[in-house]
């Protein structure tokens, strides 16, 4: 009761220092989940196009002949979906936050994978699998 | 007789974290009439559904609103699943309890800060939100988001706490409820707050209850309404019981939040006491050919989501009914009688979140 409820808490931050993160100075907090952004491995990358199709903002866009893998930065929302269904292991979430954009630039990646020579064994499903 | 004057009270004002606009007929310094207008920063966000499928849609609906995001996509998920057929495993039901009553902490804390601020208790302000970031900080820790946890999805949850995570959340509870205690001492206790509060904004039970009042707003007036009393998630298992006070004005509203912020801590402790074992989520296949209604308890109040669904992977309807649209009457209510200076102290007492009320 009383009107110096809050005086015990005043002392103490005035002998505790500062409770904000000095920005510049000190780095930003991240943990290992922190959904900064995503980033491609475009070695090993097979064209499959899940990631496009996953994507709930149509920020990824794949070009199957040309092997070009697109993201646009703007539309990107870091659900890390793609990361999730992606079955090769491409994708990864990475936790830095990249500077803000204000209009929508394409980052394009070419796609360097090259189907390993296996000529005798199950060609037809390897096929397969690259389509789906 | 005095003349009446009209004073514009927003959209953009200083204690308005987000855009509504109030028409305020004045007679000298008392308010005699308040005629409430949204529609600031409608985005659309219903329609969306019939263009994305309905798996995808739980990140947009997270986007409905910044602080209670991880309830949309409860409420949304539980829908569809509701649809479908789908139970969902008990450590998922667990694990939303907890990520639901983290969210519930931060969104009150935030909302006592700003009810602070509005009162012009600056430090009161800062410490509560000092609290707040510790929270987040679980909340980054666990699901990667600070604000926008992106955990949920239709048929379970997308991530797990591990045990060391969930030991070291329940030892941090101990010290971090004493912080919300000696916080909730100054908000219950400090006469200059109960000065400022008491006898402001007053509605009584029946009124409450006939303007359709949820949440806070209703349970702060006396009237019992908690929707986690029915059980969704595992709110059934834990033994929840609404929080309630009788006064019906800004002091018992901000009493009941103040509890609120106890009682979620608890529940967060015991849901890490039951934690059972077990898978994450179900496989979902199919797609929704039917209708529900998903209701699931906000910090603000009660959140509807009126899902049909047409046998495709698009959602035919989606309508979302948001606890701050139904509290607006309450509001219309509350500030005739009130003194001009008062007016952004009971605009703020029914906690407006107006990017939920448009999406």
């Excluded at chain 2, 971090?176 to 100054?186: A, M, T």
């Excluded at chain 2, 649209?325 to 309450?330: G, K, R, V």
Aim: glycine share 8%; aromatic share 6%; net charge negative.
């Amino acid at each position: 009761m009383g009107i110096f409820q809050m005086t015990k808490t005043v002392l103490r931050n005035l002998a505790g220092g500062p409770v904000t993160r000095q920005y510049p100075a000190v780095p930003a907090r991240t943990c290992p989940l922190t959904r900064g952004h995503v980033t491609i491995d475009p070695a090993t990358c097979r064209s499959c196009g899940l990631c496009s199709r996953r994507c709930p903002c149509e920020a990824i866009r794949i070009e199957k002949e040309e092997k070009v893998w697109e993201i646009d930065r703007m539309r990107c929302i870091a659900c890390g979906d793609c990361v999730e269904g992606c079955p090769f292991g491409s994708l990864t979430m990475e936790q830095e936050y990249l500077p803000p954009v204000v209009e929508h630039v394409v980052e394009r990646h070419t796609i360097t994978y090259v189907k390993p020579e296996k000529p005798e064994k199950k060609p037809k499903e390897e096929s397969a699998g690259e389509s789906a | 007789m005095p003349e009446r004057i009209v004073v514009p009270f927003g959209p953009q004002h200083p204690v308005l974290p987000e855009p509504i606009h109030v028409d305020l007929v004045l007679e000298d310094e008392k308010v005699v009439e308040a005629i409430p207008s949204i529609g600031y920063i409608h985005r659309g966000l219903e329609q969306l559904v019939q263009k994305r499928e309905y798996t995808e849609y739980v990140y947009v609906a997270e986007r409905i609103c910044g602080i209670c995001s991880f309830m949309h996509a409860l409420c949304y998920s539980q829908g569809v699943e509701q649809i479908m057929g789908i139970e969902v495993p008990d450590r998922a039901k667990y694990l939303r309890t907890i990520w639901s009553e983290c969210s519930r902490l931060h969104s009150h804390l935030l909302w006592l800060g700003l009810f602070a601020d509005g009162m012009g208790f600056e430090n009161l302000f800062m410490r509560s939100w000092q609290l707040r970031e510790s929270v987040l900080d679980v909340l980054e820790d666990t699901t990667g988001g600070r604000v926008i946890q992106g955990t949920c999805k239709v048929g379970g949850v997308r991530r797990d706490i591990g045990q060391e995570k969930l030991d070291e959340m329940h030892h941090t509870l101990d010290p971090f409820e004493q912080q919300c205690r000696d916080l909730g001492d100054v908000f219950l206790n400090d006469e200059t707050v109960k000065y400022r509060l008491q006898g402001l904004g007053v509605i009584g039970k029946d009124e409450a209850y006939a303007l359709g009042a949820v949440g806070p707003t209703a349970r702060g007036s006396g009237v019992p309404v908690d929707i986690r009393e029915t059980g969704y998630a595992a709110y059934g298992d834990l033994g929840f019981k609404p929080v309630v006070e009788t006064a019906g004005d800004c002091y018992a509203r901000c009493a009941v939040r103040v509890k609120e912020v106890y009682a979620s801590i608890d529940l967060i402790r015991r849901a890490i006491d039951g934690m059972p074992e077990g898978p994450l989520d179900v496989k979902v296949k199919g797609t929704p050919d039917g209708e529900y209604f998903s209701r699931v308890e906000q910090p603000r109040g009660e959140v509807i989501h009126y899902l049909r669904g047409d046998g495709t992977k698009h959602l035919a309807r989606a309508r979302i009914r948001t606890p701050t649209l139904a509290n607006i009457p309450m509001l219309v209510k509350m500030l005739p009688g009130a003194q001009l200076a008062d007016v952004p102290v009971v605009v703020l007492s029914i906690d407006p979140c107006i990017s939920c009320t448009e999406r």
